[in-house]
């Protein structure tokens, strides 16, 4: 059931928590991190500058990085087993922005929230969009599902939905699609993510070439749909849900479906969308040399869709990801500004915990990114010196960018250390009090 909503009520609870977190006596940290965080920010700065790399655009390059926040992301998720609730869990739609915008007043990182449909359809538009821009939170691509049925439906997707042998279902997936589109467009959303589960359990369960001449003449049909100022993100993932095949496989599958659409159609990458020891780095290297490259998830991987928190498990491969990221952003103008959001759902740690961690992880290997001398690894490969290509990467990487990162959050009015400080906080203590122990978000 949805608890209806009362803007007053939510406007007194934000002031409440804004108040609570931007209050810079409980925020501030005490003095001695401060003068812990100043040493160490002067000692790395210093040591930047007699390696002539600049500081200021540094901070503004990590200031200006925001990345969504998926709507589904702030319960408790859930494995294929079971489901065990977290704590004051955000029940409707408004309290997960405030959960947003939580996160945001800590880490000035998540300006913006990715919306799932129909898990969370917007009440009364006008009263979201001002909570919103309360919060200074966006809305970033809306993602349509076509993975569940939804109550009431009157075709089922069991055995597909864009790609569906039947005309009927496929209609009602592309409707929906198009309705998520209507959605996005009153919030001021400017993309749309489609995740395909389609796929197939056993061989000769499909025809291959039906299900993905099925799939290609929908994503044209929802395409259609799209502003001029709007672009379609076609996402891919190797397995999962179904075992056997998946219909838009890989980013090979995605970038030939985007083609095929038109130029607002782009490939997303989703890091645990792929096979073991996938070569992601190239992956996204390629897509933003062909001007491919539109939204991009963020979660780690041991091994398949695992939703860990994203650096946790191979923070150099992401360093590598993100080299790529930064290279593509400095040299590729065929590629549009991504759309980066978070895409995990935890069912062990607090959710806002794991998000603060998430955000920290993101900025800290940009971060590092940002580091690596280009024009001297230019040379280095002119040169065919493997070793020195190797020393610049490790150079970069094992850089402690720690106080950069800091610096840049202390520079936009928010805590040295967000994790700390929300426990300090109490936050989710105080959230359990506002809405109760048992409350349970709609997603996974
Ligand atoms: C999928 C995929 C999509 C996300 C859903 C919830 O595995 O990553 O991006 O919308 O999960
Ligand atoms: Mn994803
Ligand atoms: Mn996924």
Same mark, same amino acid.
């Given at each position: 059931?949805?608890?209806?909503?009362?803007?007053?009520?939510?406007?007194?609870?934000?002031?409440?928590?804004l108040t609570?977190?931007?209050?810079?006596?409980?925020?501030?940290?005490?003095?001695?991190e401060?003068?812990?965080? =100043?040493?160490?920010?002067?000692?790395?700065?210093?040591?930047?500058?007699?390696?002539?790399?600049? *500081?200021?655009?540094?901070?503004?390059?990590l200031?200006?990085?925001?990345?969504?926040?998926?709507?589904?992301?702030?319960?408790? /998720?859930?494995? &294929?087993?079971? &489901?065990?609730?977290?704590?004051?869990?955000? +029940?409707?739609l408004?309290?997960?922005?405030?959960?947003?915008?939580?996160?945001?007043?800590?880490?000035?990182?998540?300006?913006?929230?990715?919306?799932?449909?129909?898990?969370?359809?917007?009440?009364?538009?006008?009263?979201?969009?001002?909570l919103?821009?309360?919060?200074?939170?966006?809305?970033?691509?809306?993602?349509?599902?076509?993975? %569940?049925? #939804? #109550?009431? #439906?009157?075709?089922?997707?069991?055995?597909?939905?864009?790609?569906?042998?039947?005309k009927?279902?496929?209609? %009602?997936?592309?409707?929906?699609?198009?309705?998520? @589109?209507q959605? /996005?467009?009153?919030?001021?959303?400017?993309?749309i993510?489609?995740?395909?589960?389609?796929g197939?359990?056993?061989?000769g369960?499909?025809?291959?070439?039906?299900?993905?001449?099925?799939?290609?003449?929908s994503? !044209?049909?929802?395409? !259609?749909?799209?502003?001029?100022?709007?672009?379609l993100?076609?996402?891919?993932?190797?397995?999962?849900?179904?075992?056997?095949?998946?219909?838009?496989?890989?980013?090979?599958?995605?970038?030939?479906?985007?083609?095929?659409?038109?130029? !607002?159609?782009?490939?997303?990458?989703?890091? /645990?969308?792929?096979?073991?020891?996938?070569n992601?780095? %190239?992956? *996204?290297?390629?897509?933003?040399?062909k001007?491919?490259?539109?939204?991009?998830?963020? =979660?780690?991987?041991?091994?398949?869709?695992?939703? @860990?928190?994203?650096?946790?498990? !191979?923070?150099?491969?992401?360093?590598?990801?993100f080299?790529?990221?930064?290279?593509g952003?400095?040299?590729?103008?065929?590629?549009?500004?991504?759309?980066?959001?978070?895409?995990?759902?935890?069912?062990?740690?607090?959710?806002?915990e794991?998000l603060? %961690?998430?955000?920290e992880?993101?900025?800290?290997?940009?971060?590092? #990114?940002?580091?690596?001398?280009?024009?001297?690894?230019?040379q280095?490969?002119?040169h065919?010196?493997?070793?020195?290509?190797?020393?610049?990467?490790?150079? +970069?990487?094992?850089?402690? *960018?720690?106080?950069?990162? &800091?610096? +840049?959050?202390?520079?936009?009015? +928010?805590? @040295?250390?967000?994790?700390?400080?929300?426990?300090?906080?109490?936050?989710?203590?105080?959230?359990?009090?506002?809405?109760?122990?048992?409350?349970?978000?709609? /997603?996974?």
């Amino acid at each position: 059931m949805r608890v209806s909503f009362k803007l007053h009520e939510y406007k007194l609870r934000i002031k409440y928590i804004l108040t609570m977190i931007i209050n810079p006596n409980k925020l501030i940290s005490d003095s001695k991190e401060i003068s812990n965080h =100043n040493e160490q920010f002067d000692h790395l700065a210093n040591r930047l500058s007699k390696q002539n790399i600049e *500081v200021k655009p540094l901070l503004d390059k990590l200031a200006a990085f925001q990345v969504a926040i998926p709507s589904w992301a702030l319960g408790a /998720g859930g494995t &294929r087993f079971g &489901r065990y609730s977290y704590f004051g869990e955000p +029940a409707t739609l408004e309290q997960k922005l405030e959960d947003v915008g939580v996160l945001h007043s800590l880490t000035k990182t998540a300006g913006a929230v990715s919306l799932h449909i129909p898990w969370d359809i917007p009440e009364d538009y006008k009263a979201i969009k001002e909570l919103a821009q309360q919060l200074d939170l966006k809305f970033d691509a809306v993602n349509s599902n076509t993975f %569940q049925d #939804a #109550a009431g #439906a009157k075709h089922s997707y069991k055995f597909g939905s864009l790609s569906n042998t039947s005309k009927d279902a496929r209609q %009602q997936a592309i409707a929906h699609n198009k309705e998520v @589109i209507q959605i /996005g467009e009153k919030l001021g959303s400017k993309s749309i993510t489609v995740w395909l589960a389609d796929g197939s359990s056993f061989p000769g369960q499909h025809n291959f070439q039906t299900a993905l001449s099925h799939t290609q003449d929908s994503l !044209k049909e929802i395409y !259609k749909s799209l502003g001029e100022d709007w672009k379609l993100f076609i996402e891919y993932k190797p397995y999962e849900p179904y075992f056997y095949s998946t219909v838009i496989q890989d980013w090979g599958t995605s970038l030939m479906l985007a083609n095929e659409c038109g130029e !607002k159609a782009y490939t997303l990458v989703d890091l /645990g969308h792929h096979l073991p020891n996938t070569n992601i780095e %190239q992956i *996204v290297s390629t897509l933003m040399f062909k001007g491919k490259l539109g939204g991009f998830h963020f =979660n780690d991987s041991k091994y398949g869709d695992d939703d @860990i928190t994203v650096g946790s498990i !191979k923070p150099y491969a992401l360093f590598l990801i993100f080299n790529e990221l930064v290279y593509g952003m400095a040299n590729n103008p065929q590629n549009p500004e991504l759309s980066w959001m978070i895409d995990a759902s935890h069912n062990l740690k607090d959710p806002l915990e794991d998000l603060i %961690q998430s955000l920290e992880s993101i900025q800290i290997t940009y971060a590092k #990114a940002l580091l690596v001398d280009q024009e001297r690894l230019k040379q280095a490969q002119q040169h065919h010196d493997v070793s020195l290509c190797q020393e610049i990467l490790q150079e +970069a990487y094992l850089t402690d *960018v720690r106080p950069l990162v &800091r610096q +840049a959050r202390v520079q936009s009015n +928010a805590p @040295i250390d967000p994790l700390k400080t929300y426990r300090n906080l109490g936050v989710r203590e105080e959230l359990i009090k506002e809405r109760g122990k048992n409350t349970v978000a709609t /997603g996974l």
